[in-house]
Each structure stands twice: as C-alpha cells, then as structure tokens.
C-alpha cells in the first residue's frame, strides 16, 4: 500500500526557509490524487496548508499562501513543501498526506516530523 | 473559514461504554465530513468518511452520522486500544480546517 515518509531538518533559524520533502513509495505520486502537508501544534491543532497534483497545480491556505510553495517531482516519485520567514509559530509536526480521489480527506499520512523555529 | 468545534474536549469512560463525540460546522457542509483517529505519538489515521462510511480495516464498533452542520463519532463498546484524541475535518469548502480534537481516556 502507499507510504509516505518525510524528511528535512528539524531546526531551521527565525526569518529562514523551512524546506520538506515528502517520499512516496508503494503507489505513483503521477496518478489522479492530490498531495497535502497539514501541520500539528499544540497552539493551532491541526492546520491544512496546501497540496499539489501531479501536473503542478496547487491550492494553498490563505493564511500561509504568501510564504508557501509546494513543489512535486514525479520523476523521484516526491513532493516538497517550502515555508519562507518562519517564526516560532511555525513550529509543528508537518505531515505529509495523500488526498483521496475526488474527496477531500486524508488517507493515508506521513509518520510526521518535527520542525522547531529557534535560533 | 468553516470553524469545526468538537465537545466534549475531553471524555473519560470505562471499557465496554458507549462513547460519542460531536462536531459542529459553523456552516452547512452536507455529508463532506470526515473524522480521524490519532494515538499518542503517531499521524491521524482515517476513520469514517462522508460523515457515515467506515474506512477499510475500522472496526464496526467506530460509527458516524450527520449532515448539514452537526455530526457524531460514536464508539460503541469502547476498548482499551480506543485510546487516542480524535478530530473531525471538513472537506467542502477550502480552506480545508479541523475541529479542536476530542481526547478520550479510559477510566
């Protein structure tokens, strides 16, 4: 079945560029479904922050829309999520999940990574 | 943004309880509602969606119902590895939001 695994650091500085990527396995990523970051904070709960398709499309959440950019690699079967000027806020777990089909909820995920703002 | 707000925050119950969780849309969404399981430490994991269809692999004892701006997650015999906080999650309109959580612990 498909997998997701996350990876990228887990301490990125105030004001710098949180950078993920988001590996695939088990299935294509070039298929009919989108593909999600949600993050997780103790502050926020849980907090949808965008998703791409395979053709390059993307949606993004208002909110965050002017310092995120998701990207995808369909030849690394891989997704990647940029979080420019980050501050302590953006400290959460990020995860990486599939959206099914024609709906707009989540299955499966990532096991999650943690990203701490610090300096 | 659709607001989604869970009650109880919190609900402890013995094994064996009946347990129900409510969510509530700040809008009307139809039947675009799906809920989620998250243990300790681990990712959400897919339980019911379209506010009634158990996922593959869900135990029967999981249930959902609803439409338009109030639903249910019902557990109906609660058992130890129930164990989790549970969220719901509108899926008709962007931005995609979440409820708060509902945390069950057993007594």
């Known amino acids: 079945q498909v997998q997701l695994l996350e990876s990228g650091p887990g301490l990125v500085k105030p004001a710098g560029t949180l950078s993920l990527t988001c590996a695939v396995s088990?299935?294509?990523?070039?298929?009919?479904?989108?593909w999600s970051w949600v993050r997780q904070s103790p502050g926020k709960g849980l907090e949808w922050i965008g998703e791409i398709n395979h053709s390059g499309s993307t949606s993004y959440n208002p909110s965050l829309k002017s310092r995120v950019t998701i990207s995808i690699d369909n030849s690394k079967n891989q997704f990647s999520l940029r979080l420019s000027s980050v501050s302590a806020a953006d400290t959460a777990i990020y995860y990486c999940?599939?959206?099914?089909?024609?709906?707009?909820?989540?299955?499966?995920w990532g096991q999650g990574t943690l990203v701490t703002v610090s300096s | 943004d659709i607001q989604m707000t869970q009650s109880p925050s919190s609900v402890s119950a013995s094994i064996g309880d009946r347990v129900t969780i409510t969510c509530r849309a700040s809008?009307?969404?139809?039947?675009?509602l799906a809920w989620y399981q998250q243990k300790p430490g681990k990712a959400p994991k897919l339980l019911i969606y379209?506010?009634?269809s158990l996922q593959s692999g869900v135990p029967s004892r999981f249930s959902g119902s609803g439409s338009g701006t109030n639903f249910s997650l019902t557990i109906s015999s609660l058992q130890a590895e129930d164990l989790a906080t549970y969220y719901c999650?509108?899926?008709?309109?962007?931005?995609?939001?979440f409820g708060q959580g509902t945390k069950v612990e057993i007594k």
């Open positions: 088990g299935g294509s990523i070039s298929g009919g479904n989108w």
């Open positions: 379209a506010a009634s």
């Open positions: 999650q509108q899926a008709n309109n962007f931005p995609l939001t």
């Open positions: 999940a599939r959206k099914v089909v024609v709906a707009n909820w989540f299955d499966p």
């Open positions: 809008q009307g969404i139809s039947s675009w």
